[in-house]
């Protein structure tokens, strides 16, 4: 990344720019991977969650294996 910058800058300067600002890749930091988990937890809320109830998922891997799943 620092190279881009780097030919980035001499492109833009020697075509007559005045002042570069380099703006490192969003990933770089943690507060973007904290807001896009605040994103997506936002926009979750209200879907269904995945069934803990250990009866119900019993009774679907047994409804899977009669329809011939892999145990």
Same mark, same amino acid.
């Given at each position: 990344?620092?190279?881009i910058d780097q030919e980035n800058r001499? %492109?833009?300067m020697e075509a007559g720019g005045k002042a570069?600002? %380099?703006?490192p890749a969003l990933n770089a930091d943690e507060r973007h991977i904290e807001a896009?988990?605040?994103l997506v937890e936002n926009n979750l809320a209200g879907w269904p969650r995945p069934e803990s109830d250990a009866d119900v998922l019993q009774s679907r891997r047994?409804?899977?294996a009669a329809m011939g799943a892999d145990a």
């Open positions: 990344m620092e190279e001499e %492109y833009f570069f600002h %380099y703006i896009l988990l605040s047994q409804r899977a």
